[in-house]
Each structure stands twice: as structure tokens, then as C-alpha cells.
């Protein structure tokens, strides 16, 4: 790490008393690094935030470089002309919530069984998932699969190929393994409980963590996925927001038609190049919002003793 | 991967598992119908979207067409692997692909072992806290917003980066249309994006080391940088072997969408990998050719499940962690 001047070095506290000069530097230096970093990482967020409230004219000129310049929320107000950013915006949320509540119950419907001990052909199960992480068909014969279903052009097609990552049910299973100790199944089953009636009354308020872990991963990944749906959907209507997004950041294409009136238009061509950024802080709210309420969560064990399942 | 072979062998539990042996594996199979059940829709889930592919990459062995399907389109055996490797595309293809993900590698592979470390030896809360929340963040952002934020900044016209340099009398410069740009972008936006999140594996190996065995370093008058390499780092190498066993597994296909994204006609030359030519082959041409696209496809997994296979072996004789 670099020896930067830049001073963010912690404000003075007395030292243990074991604390060596050379200790002491290595500490600021330490801190120093840590900052700039953060800084480095949070440079562009602020910049594109500030640039999304600023006035257009000073967008297209240049001269945003940290803080809004001559605050307009004009931007965020075009937004919600666009037909197909609306449209995308609550296809989105269709397929985040769906996608996230679906992958979860066939996760923990996976992850369950498979860490109970001593269950025959357990290890096969196993291997048949975890192989799948090492090797796939490949992207045309997933889309013959897909188109074979007939699900092409739906909902579905979305949804359902993304329903299970491996890696999430590893986890989860060993989260299983780790918090439901084998004594409380046998002593459950003396009572007479089913493992239907132990998984949904005891394991299932028990997992709550394992839950949210889950349900945020899911939702995220169905929020800011693109690709499945730019090659199995062509009817635009159920086009999640990153491809629109796409379109439009990326791809520079800015369809008129999409929006309703004229007077609108040339306000529009005005805002284009602002509506990219006001379009990046749209697009990026929603997983931001959630995961500050998750993160404890999986710092706190979730992803702990999970590579070597 | 196996973590039973992991648990301690107490008598009392070999007594349980002979008395288990005694119960004939039918009745056995029988008594957990509930759990296998609940198994049955992730593993219908599995056979379909998983699976079923794999046994449709045999159109990479036979000429497919839509209206004779998979099983009925005619066997033309390593047709299109021969015309793939024969190709002017083949070496350009594999040299992108493999320089990209080295670079990337290299470049980024022990970026979040430092900041691991450094936040293991931050000991203010609220700095950590704020250094961790913040550098977490661009996980969860979209990879079509990552190069979204990427167009804007580097924009020749508006964009904050050509101003700059502007400032110093540079410039302006299109680095999007340039071929010679293409890797650092990708690599080092790959780097802005995910060193935060990397992270978290090794802080949770860190914080299982003893403090005991820190303390007793101290009083053996060790200096934070000795602590560092004698403590720190060996309770962090196991991971760090089996995630980058992990990497060179997927080193003919990580960050497609990303490639895809940031390519155009004008860098193409760095840009194009093995899986945006499978793409393109297969989506973006006016005769999807899907058979030569498989064949490529399935040229890259096994290549690159050949490259995990070694790369553990390599790694079980040398490193002494493995992933299985």
C-alpha cells in the first residue's frame, strides 16, 4: 500500500503502552490506505449522484466534477415520461420478488435434507449438485432447453433458470449444519414429529438469517440481471430495467417514440445526456436500500466455514 | 467436499452409526421418504435446467436443425471442432480470453487479502464499519450499470475523466473505442467493483484466529508487520489456495457479461473472448450457427473443468488445502 500525505490519520487516543514507533507508523499508514481506498471507491457514486442534480447545461459542459452544480431534479422527473423505464422498473420488481421467494424455497427445500446426517445417497445428491459449479452445457443448449419448454417470450423464462444457485445452497446447508445440532431431531422424532413438521415448525424460525442471506442474493441477482433476458424475450413489454438500461447507457439509443408528446421531446433531447446518470442512481437504489439491513447478517456466519462444505 | 469426513470420530458416535448399519438401507430410505420428498423438486429443478444441457452439448457432434431436433439431427462427429481450431479466429479467440482473466488474476487476485488485513488491524469501530460499508457496495451493483458509470466518466465530450485531463493540457481521449484500453478497463473496474466484497472471506478466516497467540507474539516483542506475516497470513492461506483453485477453474469464462457490454466495433481486436462469440455465433448472426457454437462452448468448459481438475492437484501437493 502506498505512503500517501493525504491526512485521515485516526484522531489521538492514548496508545497501548506496548506500542513501538515503528508500530505506531505502520498504524497511520494502515488508516491512511484504508481511507484513500475508500474514497477511490466511493468517487464515482458521488460524482454520478451529484451529476444526476445538477442542471443539464452544466452536465453537457463539464463542469460537474464533485458537487451538484445549479440544483434541477429535471432528470429524475424525465425518467417517469419513458414508457419503457417505468415498465422495466415494475417488470424488475415481479422479477426480484418472484425470483428471490421461488430460489429461496428451492434452496431450503435442497439445503435441508442434504445436511442431515446419514441420509442415503446423500453424497451422490451432493456431487450432482456441486458438479454442476464445475461444468455446464453451455449457452446454446440452456437456450434449446428453455426454448423446448416453450417458456421463450414469458415470464418464466426469466424466473426459472435462475431458481437455485449452487453456491447459495452450500451455504445454506452448512448454516443447517452448524445450527441444527442432530440431538434436537432425535428428540423431536421421539415426540413424534415428521421431518415435514420439524423442517417448517422448528427448522424454518430458526434459519430467519439464513433466510434474509438468501432472499437478498436472490432479488439482487434477478435485479441486475440482463442477459437472459436479451436472448430469450423479444416483446418489450416484459423487458426487466437493465436492458433498458442498456439501451439507452450504453447503446445510446434514445427512442423518441416512447415518448407521448412533442413539447416533451425536445425537453427530452435536452435531458439525454443527464438521463443516463439520474437512470444509474434509479437503477441502483433499490439493492442498496436492502443490503445495509442484510449485512450483519452475512458477515455474521453466513458465508463463514462456507468454501469447504 | 466434504465436511463429515471432518467430524471427530467419538466412540459414542461409531456405536450410532453400527447400530444405524444394523437397519437395512430399504428401511432406512423408507423411514427419511419426507426427507427425500422435500429433495424431489430441487433435483427435478436440477435434471431439467442443469442436466439436460449438458446432454443437449451433443449438438456439438451432429449438425443440429430445429425441425429434426436434437436427437434427430445427423452425427457429423468433430466437424466443428476441427473447422474451430483450424480457424483464423482460434488463437486471437484464446489469447484474449487467456490474457484477459491472467491479467485479471494477477492484478486483483491479493487486493482483498490487503484490505483484509488492513481492516483486521484497524481497531476503531466506526472507521472499519464505515470503510467496510461503503467498499461493500458496488457488489450489488449491475454489471450494466458498472460500464453505464464507466461511459459517462470516460465520455470524450462530458465525461469527468477527459476534463481532468484537460486540466493538464491532455486529451481528450476515447478510451472506449480503443483496443489498447480494453483490459485495464475491464480489470481495474472489476477491481473497483468486487475487492470490497472479496474481502469478507478472509476478514471471517482472521477473525478466527486465536488472540492469545497475538498476544504472546507481542510479548515476545514482535512488531505488527512479523505478527502480520507469521499470524495473519498463514491463518488466511487455506482460503486463499481453494479461491484461487476456484479462479483458474473459471479462467475461460468469468466476466462474459462484462466483456460483452463493454465491447464495440472498434476494440474488438482485445475485446472478443470464446463466450461473446459463442453469443455471437448462436444470437447475433442472421444464420445462427448452433452446433459450431456448442462445440465451441463445450471447448471452453472442458478446457477450463481440466484447468480446476490440475489446478487442485497442483495445489493438494504443494499447498496442502485443496478443494477436494
Known amino acids: ?309 | 467436499m466434504a465436511t463429515d469426513t471432518l467430524v471427530r470420530r467419538t466412540p459414542a458416535r461409531t456405536r450410532a452409526r453400527k447400530a444405524k448399519q444394523a437397519v437395512g438401507l430399504g428401511t432406512r430410505m423408507r423411514r427419511n421418504w419426507q426427507l427425500y420428498a422435500m429433495l424431489a423438486i430441487p433435483l427435478v429443478w436440477l435434471a431439467i435446467f442443469a442436466y439436460w444441457p449438458m446432454y443437449g452439448a451433443i449438438i456439438a457432434f451432429k449438425d443440429y436443425n430445429v425441425v429434426d431436433g436434437i436427437l434427430g439431427s445427423r452425427w457429423v462427429g468433430v466437424k466443428h471442432f476441427e473447422r474451430f481450431v483450424e480457424s483464423y479466429q482460434f488463437w486471437r479467440l484464446l489469447k484474449n480470453t487467456l490474457i484477459l482473466h491472467v491479467y485479471e488474476l494477477l492484478a486483483t487476485f491479493w487486493l482483498p487479502i490487503l484490505l483484509a488485513l488492513g481492516l483486521n488491524m484497524a481497531r476503531r469501530r466506526w472507521y472499519r464499519r464505515s470503510v467496510q460499508l461503503i467498499t461493500y457496495a458496488p457488489h450489488f451493483i449491475s454489471t450494466v450499470v458498472v460500464v453505464g458509470l464507466i461511459v459517462v466518466i470516460v465520455d470524450p465530450n462530458s465525461g469527468v475523466l477527459n476534463q481532468f485531463l484537460a486540466l493538464l493540457g491532455l486529451g481528450p481521449i476515447d478510451v472506449l473505442s480503443n483496443p489498447d484500453y480494453f483490459r485495464h478497463l475491464y480489470v481495474w473496474s472489476g477491481a473497483w467493483q468486487t475487492m470490497g466484497f472479496s474481502a469478507i472471506i478472509y476478514l471471517a478466516a482472521l477473525t478466527s484466529v486465536s488472540p492469545e497467540l497475538h498476544e504472546a507474539a507481542i510479548v515476545d516483542g514482535a512488531s505488527r508487520l512479523r505478527r502480520i506475516w507469521h499470524i495473519d497470513l498463514p491463518a488466511i492461506r487455506p482460503v486463499a489456495v481453494i479461491l484461487l483453485i476456484l479462479n483458474i477453474g473459471s479462467i475461460m469464462s468469468v466476466g462474459f457479461e462484462k466483456v460483452l457490454l463493454l465491447q464495440n466495433t472498434l476494440n474488438l481486436q482485445t475485446s472478443e473472448v470464446l463466450d461473446t462469440y459463442v453469443y455471437k455465433l448462436g444470437f447475433a448472426s442472421q444464420v445462427p450457427q448452433f452446433s459450431y457454437a456448442a462445440a465451441i462452448g463445450l471447448f471452453r468448459s472442458v478446457v477450463g473443468l481440466a484447468l480446476l481438475v490440475l489446478a487442485n492437484a497442483v495445489a493438494r501437493r504443494f499447498a496442502k488445502s485443496s478443494l477436494w
Not at chain 1, 442498496?288 to 458465508?303: C, D, R, S, T
Request: charged letters at 15%; hydrophobic letters at 50%; glycine letters at 6%.
Open chain 1, 1 to 309: 500500500m502506498s505512503m500517501a500525505t493525504a491526512t485521515s490519520s485516526p484522531p489521538g487516543t492514548p496508545a497501548p503502552v506496548r506500542e513501538t514507533r515503528s508500530d505506531r507508523i505502520v498504524m497511520i499508514c494502515n488508516y491512511t490506505a484504508l481511507g484513500l481506498f475508500t474514497l477511490a471507491v466511493l468517487y464515482p457514486l458521488v460524482y454520478v449522484v451529484s451529476a444526476s442534480l445538477s442542471d443539464p447545461k452544466n452536465v453537457v459542459s463539464g463542469k460537474v466534477w464533485l458537487w451538484p452544480v445549479g440544483l434541477s431534479v429535471e432528470a429524475f422527473k424525465a425518467i417517469f415520461d419513458y414508457d419503457s423505464i417505468v415498465s422495466g422498473f415494475s417488470n424488475s420488481i415481479v422479477y426480484a420478488v418472484g425470483g428471490a421467494l421461488l430460489a429461496t424455497a428451492l434452496t431450503l427445500l435442497a439445503a435441508y435434507p442434504l445436511s442431515r446426517k446419514g441420509l442415503p445417497g446423500k453424497g451422490l445428491i451432493m456431487a450432482l449438485f456441486v458438479f454442476t459449479m464445475m461444468f455446464s452445457g453451455g449457452l446454446i443448449p440452456t437456450y434449446l432447453v428453455v426454448d423446448r419448454l416453450g417458456l421463450l417470450n414469458s415470464r418464466w423464462a426469466i424466473v426459472l433458470p435462475a431458481a437455485l444457485a449452487v453456491w447459495n445452497m452450500i451455504i445454506t446447508r452448512t448454516f443447517f449444519q452448524s445450527t441444527i445440532p442432530e440431538e434436537l431431531v432425535e428428540a423431536a422424532k421421539v415426540d413424534g414429529c415428521t421431518d415435514f413438521g420439524f423442517f417448517w415448525r422448528i427448522v424454518l424460525p430458526l434459519s430467519k438469517p439464513i433466510i434474509a442471506v438468501n432472499m437478498l442474493f436472490y432479488a439482487v441477482a434477478q435485479w441486475n440481471s440482463w442477459f437472459s433476458a436479451l436472448i430469450y424475450l423479444t416483446n418489450e413489454h416484459l423487458f426487466p430495467l437493465q436492458l433498458v438500461l442498456r439501451q439507452i447507457l450504453i447503446q445510446n439509443q434514445f427512442d423518441p417514440s416512447q415518448v407521448r408528446d412533442t413539447a416533451e421531446l425536445i425537453r427530452m433531447k435536452e435531458l439525454q445526456e443527464q438521463l443516463k446518470f439520474s437512470l444509474i442512481v434509479i437503477a441502483t437504489v433499490p439493492p442498496l436500500l436492502i443490503y445495509p439491513f442484510v449485512q450483519k447478517h452475512f458477515v455474521k456466519g453466513a458465508m463463514v466455514g462456507s468454501l469447504k462444505g
